[in-house]
């Protein structure tokens, strides 16, 4: 009964007319009913700010109740960000934030279908692309095999490339997450809090049971262990021995890159890399 009771409330708060719009009580919910009390405090505070500019905006005209919330409400506020000072990569962040707001309230039932979800982010200009030469696959199993590298880094250097985890994600991983007979990974919290299960090839597989043969390990620790600043190096170093010098990230687009040359379809690149939108997997596909 308390908990239909909670329910009916949380009802009113969206779709009451006369019920003005609380924004604290709808950020408090939106966290709950969502996986981001999992995320990092940094896209909490992301999300958290760009939904609050969104409500106040709604509030200062006279919006109410988001059942007064249509498509081109939401389109307004995406114009006007777009003729205000901030930056393309701003504005695609504060109606992410927005467009996950919906699609979580929609999912669950606290609305009766989601105004932003076919409302499109701002086109990312050409120069803020990622415009780099992108690296063939033949350079990235030379610089693995050229480089002189014990077996964590080569264990790091595979997975990176065969998974196109990120760094955070790679560094969280632990001796569970990685399941070599049946070669998948276990990313238990991407960013948007999102899990997701990535395959890996038999390169990886190889290059991490060397390196656990060297330094068995505990079934909860960390597969690695290190820091942001030590992988970066990692990288850096193998590179060089191909004349390049990689950020982690650009094995990831690698990954992105020939997965899609190599006939996968464009959706399954998508899940693996655990972008909600294909607009950022296209940025990740060069051609």
Not at 51 to 68: H, N
Not at 74 to 94: C, N, P
Not at 180 to 207: F, M
Request: glycine fraction near 6%; include cysteine.
């Amino acid at each position: 009964m308390r908990l239909m009771k909670q329910q009916a409330t949380q009802m009113d708060l969206f779709t009451t007319p006369a019920k003005r719009i609380d924004v604290d009580e709808l950020l408090r919910i939106f966290l709950d009913e969502s996986s981001l009390l999992e995320s990092s405090a940094h896209t909490r505070r992301a999300y958290t700010y760009g939904v609050t500019i969104f409500l106040r905006w709604l509030l200062a005209r006279g919006l109410t109740s988001l059942r007064d919330v249509t498509p081109s409400v939401v389109r307004s506020w995406r114009d006007e960000l777009a003729h205000g000072s901030l930056v393309v990569a701003s504005q695609r962040a504060r109606l992410a934030a927005v467009k996950t707001f919906f699609r979580v309230i929609a999912e669950r039932g606290l609305v009766a279908w989601d105004p932003a979800l076919h409302v499109e982010l701002p086109e990312l200009p050409n120069e803020t692309r990622d415009e780099s030469p992108m690296i063939d696959a033949r350079a990235v199993v030379e610089m693995i095999e050229s480089a002189r590298i014990g077996s964590r880094d080569r264990a790091v250097l595979e997975l990176l490339y065969s998974s196109g985890i990120r760094g955070g994600e790679l560094r969280s991983l632990t001796r569970n997450d990685v399941d070599l007979e049946n070669r998948i990974v276990y990313v238990r919290c991407g960013k948007g809090g999102h899990s997701r299960i990535v395959p890996i090839g038999a390169a990886a597989v190889a290059a991490v049971r060397a390196f656990l043969a060297s330094r068995p390990l505990a079934a909860g620790a960390l597969l690695f262990g290190f820091s942001r600043k030590t992988l970066e190096r990692i990288v850096h170093r193998a590179s060089r021995s191909i004349g390049e010098q990689l950020a982690p990230h650009r094995l990831r687009h690698a990954c992105a890159t020939h997965l899609v040359q190599n006939g996968k379809p464009f959706e399954h690149v998508r899940i693996v890399l655990g972008h909600a939108s294909a607009e950022t997997t296209r940025i990740y596909v060069h051609p």
